[in-house]
């Protein structure tokens, strides 16, 4: 649920609770953003999470924490700019909303997956392709990496540290069971998936030029 579901109390209620976890965890918590910020409570529990998640992320999977570690992390509430999460070559940006709708174990799933963005260099990797189809082969990449590596499925989770944190497959994620992590890469999924999409263009255009035709 996000904080506008939660009365006054409940919301303040969560952003001391995150934030004294956080405190309690040896989280640097970032004073002057939250001193700018006071009046919004979503950055407050969005902030919470994440540094909670990262805490959680550095005992289970140290390589991804390092990574999400070294970025620069922004916040917004604005899907516009960003409507779930994503990376740049050097920035971490969450959505304040999304965040907040995930299960813990999913936002342990979802910062892994942006690592592996940045682990295999897709932002830097782009070049000049269709950005959504490239995004979405990326996904389908490192999403089967991780469900390997953690030993998870869309509809299995998995406990981890002898039964202390659970991580799932974030909800909605792309996942296809036929990509090979130790065959395909990015720019292989992108070549079938971009086929396919100018076949579906060249199906499309030609049903309608039929039609004009006919009509004609």
């Avoid at 959505?95 to 260099?121: C, D, M, P, R, Y």
């Avoid at 100018?198 to 004609?216: D, P």
């Amino acid at each position: 649920i996000g904080t506008q579901d939660l009365s006054k109390e409940e919301r303040e209620s969560i952003v001391k609770e995150n934030v004294e976890k956080a405190i309690r965890k040896g989280i640097v918590i970032d004073y002057d953003h939250i001193k700018e910020n006071k009046d919004d409570d979503n950055y407050k529990i969005a902030l919470g999470l994440y540094q909670e998640a990262l805490v959680v992320l550095e005992k289970v999977a140290p390589f991804y924490h390092g990574i999400i570690f070294n970025l620069d992390h922004k916040f917004t509430s604005d899907p516009r700019i960003c409507p779930t999460m994503g990376v740049t070559t050097s920035e971490l940006i969450i959505n304040t909303e999304f965040i907040q709708k995930l299960k813990f174990g999913e936002i342990l799933f979802v910062l892994s997956h942006e690592a592996g963005h940045i682990t295999f260099k897709h932002p830097a990797r782009i070049h000049k392709r269709n950005h959504s189809i490239w995004n979405i082969a990326g996904d389908l990449v490192i999403n089967k990496i991780l469900a390997e590596e953690y030993d998870i499925t869309p509809k299995k989770g998995n406990i981890l540290e002898n039964g202390k944190y659970e991580i799932e497959f974030a909800h909605g994620g792309l996942y296809c069971d036929k990509i090979d992590p130790s065959k395909d890469t990015v720019e292989s999924v992108y070549d079938e998936l971009y086929d396919e999409f100018k076949k579906q263009q060249q199906s499309q255009n030609g049903g309608k030029q039929g039609q004009g035709n006919g009509q004609g």
